[in-house]
């Protein structure tokens, strides 16, 4: 059996969170202007102050989240991996989305290990 292709709305909060993620990350965005995040999660974030080291931080106008890829979990869930580029580096980070309501918010992001 295939594995369930995830819903339009998912894949577009996935992609617009990543995107802004990836702003807050290097410093360029604060948290609340990360769209399709929960408010629990952006509250943590507001807590948190990125872990961008001084080389990773020289490359913040040119980090961008080059891809982001979902496998669901359940109807109303999804697990995702997006991969963030830095000039000639890339990483992964692992988040999670909930469906509440006909929205899709990310829920949880996480360094890949």
Do not use: C, H
């Not at 369930?4 to 990836?22: I, L, R, T």
């Not at 990125?50 to 490359?59: D, K, N, T």
């Amino acid at each position: 059996m295939a594995p369930e292709e995830a819903p339009p709305q998912a894949q577009s909060a996935a992609e617009g969170f990543a995107a802004d993620y990836v702003r807050y990350a290097y410093g360029l965005a604060a948290a609340t202007e990360i769209t399709d995040a929960s408010p629990e999660l952006v509250a943590i974030l507001e807590r948190k102050t990125p872990q961008v080291s001084a080389f990773q931080a020289q490359s913040a106008d040119t980090a961008e989240a080059t891809g982001v890829n979902l496998s669901m979990a359940s109807e109303t869930a999804a697990n995702g991996v997006m991969t963030v580029r830095a000039k000639d580096s890339l990483y992964k980070l692992k988040f999670e989305l909930r469906e509440d309501r006909g929205q899709w918010l990310v829920t949880d992001v996480s360094a890949t290990g």
